[in-house]
């Protein structure tokens, strides 16, 4: 039976979920796992809010997990969509918007005359856009065996769930049932911005390693930034033992610059272009769509011009590429200089609020985007992400939707602002913190 719309609560339509989606989620960490309690069952996002099916209204700190770089639902960005809807909603043929959609990528990647990315291919969710570049980096070296981070999330194909973060870590997974040995074994991961395991893992494997894939910056264990200088040394030590570097920029991406973080990292003095890049989240806007990219003649070994087969029935949909295209021609610079401001505000009123209550902790930072450890020194690697008072989250977490903040339920995410997060929002989050960080030192 259908509950009535005034019968509907968060239990009962998790509930009701329960009983036909494994789990009441399309996505685990959804489910509240590692917070405990109920999941808010959303119906609507405006802004800088997201509405539950009770009708009550959040100040929303997950923006999708990072997509809504101008808040939900900018209505110039559903006006796109729906134009492009009232058009057709997928031919199964080129269009003119996807290139401009892929120029407008290359045009943000053009800096200071250095060309970052020449060809770009689209596809609809970050797990297909690296699951590409791996084969394409296999392809394009004929090597077999690729270097991971732990703590790092590249999506949820067989080769890269080892020690991987976001929901695997959230739910303290070593990877996945279902990945055949033979193919976790080609994968090795090793602690992030640890350059000796770098070295270590070449000479280990002379001639076997096809490409060192790495997050931006790390962003799904908490942030893991990368120590200065980490992602040249990446780079250098793949070229010279003729391997490639992949940056996924999936998070990162148009988030925390408008050239990402390789852009960011270039303007901090990084010299490194990496031979192939992943997109997804903010370049769709909102919908369902991702990216790779990199040189011509690297990202031209792909079908249909070489051997490296890849394809989409909805690739480059023409609705997602034009949220895309909006979201990424609205995202100037002031909407990275409010992105930036605000996260900051928050941050700052985080750690007084977690000062005050006397709960020990650190925050990471890459960007715009940070997360709190409860832990007193720094987080370098995934085992100092690991080793930290996860259990204070869920108390936090609980007093901060109490309060009517929605955060990310796992301690192991970076929160996300956007460009919506006005004075009013912000002071809605400030007020929250007090409350979370008691309950965070009681637990
Ligand atoms: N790479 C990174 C860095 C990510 O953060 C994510 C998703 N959080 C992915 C890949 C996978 O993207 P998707 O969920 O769209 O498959």
Redesign the pocket.
């Known amino acids: 039976m259908t509950p009535t719309a005034a019968s509907l609560t968060n239990e009962t339509a998790a509930a009701r979920a329960r009983a036909v989606i494994p789990g009441g989620v399309n996505?685990p960490v959804r489910a509240f796992g590692s917070v405990g309690g109920t999941p808010l069952s959303i119906v609507a996002a405006e802004g800088a809010t997201v509405t539950d099916v009770t009708g009550r209204e959040y100040v929303d700190l997950v923006a999708s997990?990072?997509p809504a770089l101008l808040g939900h639902a900018h209505p110039r960005v559903v006006e796109a969509v729906r134009e492009a809807a009232t058009r057709g909603l997928s031919f199964g043929a080129s269009t003119p918007g996807e290139t401009e959609l892929a120029e407008l990528v290359a045009d943000r990647l053009d800096l200071h005359g250095v060309r970052g990315l020449e060809r770009l291919r689209l596809v609809s969710?970050?797990?297909?856009?690296?699951m590409t570049a791996i084969r394409l980096a296999r392809g394009a070296t004929g090597r077999d065996v690729i270097i991971k981070f732990a703590g790092?999330?590249?999506?949820?194909s067989d080769g890269l769930l080892a020690e991987s973060g976001?929901g695997v870590a959230t739910l303290g997974l070593p990877g996945s049932a279902g990945v055949p040995a033979p193919v976790a074994g080609l994968t090795l991961v090793l602690p992030y911005n640890d350059r000796d395991a770098v070295r270590d893992a070449f000479a280990a494997h002379p001639g076997r390693i096809a490409a060192i894939i790495a997050?931006g910056a790390g962003?799904?264990a908490g942030v893991l930034a990368p120590e200065a200088g980490f992602n040249d040394f990446l780079v250098r030590t793949a070229r010279e033992n003729g391997a490639l570097f992949i940056l996924?920029e999936?998070?990162?991406g148009f988030r925390v610059h408008p050239a990402g973080w390789w852009g960011l990292e270039r303007e901090r003095g990084a010299r490194y272009v990496p031979d192939l890049y992943?997109f997804?989240?903010v370049i769709g806007g909102g919908m369902p769509l991702?990216g790779l990219g990199g040189r011509a003649e690297l990202m031209e070994m792909l079908a249909p011009l070489g051997p490296v087969y890849q394809a989409g029935t909805l690739s480059g949909n023409p609705l997602a590429v034009a949220a895309g295209i909006e979201t990424l021609r609205l995202s100037d610079a002031a909407v990275y200089a409010h992105v930036d401001s605000a996260s900051a505000r928050v941050a700052s009123a985080l750690t007084e609020a977690l000062a005050a209550a006397g709960v020990a902790h650190t925050l990471s930072f890459a960007g715009s985007l940070f997360s709190v450890a409860f832990r007193d020194a720094p987080v370098r690697d995934y085992a100092d992400a690991k080793d930290q008072d996860a259990w204070r989250y869920g108390p936090f977490f609980h007093a901060m939707l109490q309060h009517g903040v929605s955060l990310p339920p796992s301690v192991f995410e970076a929160w996300f602002l956007t460009a919506a997060h006005d004075d009013a929002a912000l002071s809605r989050i400030e007020e929250a913190l007090p409350y979370a960080a008691r309950a965070a030192a009681s637990a």
């Open positions: 996505s997990w990072g969710t970050g797990t297909e856009a690296t790092h999330y590249h999506g949820h976001s997050e962003a799904n996924d999936v998070l990162t992943t997804g989240k991702a």
